[in-house]
């Protein structure tokens, strides 16, 4: 098998493979995240990760990083989730950064303090470092946030304002 089957393999082990969490029991919050187009790109001015991390520096601004594959099913999923109002409002506290795990393999290897499963969504300083406090509830992937529910990632945000 060849080295890049092997790699999405365990990347399917380690992120998608795990049990879907629960849907919102909150009928409006879905609906409005599934109503608007993935990472929703309207409403999250997402920048590529240099130009963000520049930006954040100058702005000193936290970043909220988001590491994702276009073939992961959690990381569709996740992308809906940017299109809740109350993240849509929180973003623009943060510079927003969002990166193609498969195209950009330096950044996903610089962060990847828990494993190398996507999506994984880190809350960092204006210098890039992690903000250890802006985490998941979840006990095993720390940066695997709700992929259903903007909650917990709002939480994760709240946490380094």
Not at 66 to 78: A, E, G, I, Q, R
């Amino acid at each position: 098998m060849s080295t890049v089957r092997w790699i999405v393999l365990a990347a399917l082990l380690a992120g998608c493979s795990r049990s879907t969490p629960e849907l919102s029991s909150d009928p409006d919050a879905s609906t409005q995240a599934a109503s608007v187009e993935p990472w929703n790109p309207a409403g999250i001015d997402w920048q590529p990760f240099d130009e963000g991390l520049a930006l954040a520096k100058k702005q000193n601004k936290r970043v909220c990083l988001v590491l994702f594959t276009t073939w992961c099913p959690h990381c569709k999923n996740y992308s809906r989730v940017f299109g809740d109002p109350r993240l849509v409002a929180r973003a623009k506290d943060f510079v927003m950064i969002r990166v193609d795990a498969d195209l950009n393999d330096a950044v996903a290897r610089r962060y990847r303090p828990d494993g190398g499963y996507v999506p994984r969504t880190f809350i960092l300083d204006s210098d890039g470092n992690i903000d250890p406090a802006a985490v998941s509830d979840n006990p095993r992937y720390k940066h695997f946030f709700d992929e259903s529910r903007a909650d917990s990632l709002l939480r994760a945000m709240g946490v380094a304002r």
